[in-house]
Nanobody, 128 residues
């Protein structure tokens, strides 16, 4: 049974940092693409970042480029999203998603429809 489990969300002040983790299990083969998405109330789910196992290439949305860093530990089957210089507009539920065959274009965008497996989400709130 495929499972993605996110952790690391919480409440942080503007300018602060959080690190999200996404642990994958149950895949017959390690998925190539693992991405992070977020959804704020009343807004569509948007792709934040994505990393490919095949060549390590990475996509970042313009809104987070330079502030967020995605990394992947294949041995632990875990992907991390380090979020620095957080802003109130980063407040959302963050979801991890994976797909065995999809390849994230470094120029994006990454779209929810391209990912077959999803985690349950973790809340990130940036507020003073």
């Amino acid at each position: 049974q495929v499972q993605l489990v996110e952790s690391g969300g919480g409440l942080v002040q503007p300018g602060g940092s959080l690190r999200l983790s996404c642990a994958a299990s149950g895949f017959a083969f390690d998925p190539n693409a693992i991405g992070w998405f977020r959804q704020a109330p009343g807004k569509e789910r948007e792709g934040v970042s994505c990393i490919n196992r095949s060549d390590g290439s990475i996509y970042y949305a313009d809104s987070v480029n330079g502030r967020f860093t995605i990394t992947r530990d294949n041995a632990k089957k875990t992907v991390y999203l380090q979020m620095d210089s957080l802003k109130p507009e980063d407040t959302a539920v963050y979801y991890c998603a994976a797909d065995a065959d999809y390849y994230c274009d470094a120029h994006g965008p990454v779209l929810p429809r391209d990912f077959a497996s999803w985690g349950q989400g973790t809340q990130v709130t940036v507020s003073s």
